[in-house]
């Protein structure tokens, strides 16, 4: 990459992150739409489907199963914030599916409040932009690798979402989600759990969450579209059950990514 | 740079531009005291001054003035917000000395006010980091090349300074600047101006600062490391003059550099 790329030195760009089997995107349609949307709200071309595709295609030849990111920024370009109008760049890495992740699935994983507050910045919300100090900054906060996630609070003190994950609660067999539009990114399996809850008449809200509610939880989860679904089995040392909601969309989630890739 | 660098990844790291004289950074001292505050806010190695200075000398070789830009980003790494404890990255690049620069010094420049608001981050606010979406979606506001500069203001309308520079008012011969403890670029170019108002007796006030202030104020002027001080002519399209203080100040600013460089 070129060290005048525009998403090096201003972090002009989006990204996305999932698993790509023999070469083919899991929920493509559904990662393609997030990136081209995330796109078009920071006034970048997105790559053509087709495009990314036959990249994604190129760099898995000889993987089953693979992580796959891309990252599309604005350009190469002069010196300066303002847009020259170059050709986005485009770049497709590949890396190995996490070795935790199945075992976090079953037994879940022990999570942590940040201290750092996620600010409020309505122009950035949702995007899965290439801005993620304040991610990195929230997972530098620990080092213990018993803790799987840390969860962060806005400056409301509203619960957002882990570092790299989304949240959801469960309260009386109904499901939350905090709305993402003052920050956080909104996930493609944030998504896909929303759609299957009301497929299968959980009701599930995407409002304000608090830390009180997260704490009263009957249950809670993180998901991404790398390890899907991680039931919560500790909230800042506090023990959680992995119960049976959280159970039930996993089967839900695994189903239809069974269906899609047979 | 490497496409793993978490510097593209995530905007993992921080910057400084400047002029530099013959292979020599003016105002050194300052410029990487910022740039190791700065890495040790995010907590990222500073490089050696001595090993970015004999790399400011080799990549400035041929030029006798040249802006030099210094990206040091917390590493290249594998996948995930966490840091692996890497070695910095360091990027040094030179671009020509803008055209535009000597006769806004003298005239003015046009500035407007953007729409985009700042967001509040304490534990990012005053640091040149690579997180720079918002000063892009700024610039992005307008596409007039008679504008060269946009007011940035906080989600609470205080204004914080431009895109790419620090902001001072001058009102009834004193002086206020923008505080930057909650969002903004703390530049070495605005310590200078504080500093040189306290030597020449000019009141100066580092506090809150409205809009309304702005369009009240008998000057205002614009700085970085690689203008200087611009005056503002008009804001949002309201003439404003070039005044006395702000001259005065051009001047101390001038003898400095000079007497560094002599």
Not at 89 to 101: E, G, L, Q, S
Not at 155 to 172: K, P, R
């Amino acid at each position: 990459v070129s060290a005048t790329d525009r998403g090096l030195a201003y972090g002009d760009g989006v990204f996305r992150t999932f698993i790509a089997h023999h070469g083919v995107a899991q929920h493509w349609s559904m990662q393609y739409a997030k990136l081209a949307a995330d796109c078009t709200r920071l006034g970048i071309t997105a790559p053509a489907a087709s495009t990314l595709e036959a990249e994604i295609r190129q760099v898995c030849t000889s993987e089953p199963e693979c992580v796959v990111k891309i990252v599309v920024t604005s350009a190469e370009a002069e010196r300066g914030y303002r847009r020259g109008g170059g050709v986005p760049t485009r770049i497709i890495m590949t890396a190995a599916v996490p070795k935790h992740a199945a075992e976090y699935r079953q037994s879940g994983v022990r999570v942590r409040t940040c201290h750092l507050r996620l600010a409020h910045q309505p122009a950035l919300a949702g995007i899965k932009h290439l801005n993620r100090l304040e991610n990195v900054l929230a997972r530098a906060e620990w080092d213990d690798a018993q803790i799987a996630e840390g969860i962060l609070l806005d400056a409301d003190e509203h619960a957002i979402g882990g570092t790299m994950t989304n949240l959801f609660v469960v309260t009386q067999n109904r499901l939350a989600t905090p709305h993402l539009d003052r920050c956080g990114v909104a996930g493609v399996t944030r998504d896909r759990i929303i759609a299957a809850a009301t497929r299968n008449d959980i009701a599930c809200e995407v409002r304000a969450v608090t830390m009180k509610e997260l704490r009263r939880a009957d249950e809670l989860f993180l998901v991404n579209s790398v390890v899907g679904i991680w039931p919560v089995q500790s909230l800042d040392g506090n023990p959680m059950p992995v119960g049976p909601v959280t159970k039930r969309l996993q089967r839900c989630l695994d189903e239809e990514t069974d269906a899609q890739v047979a």
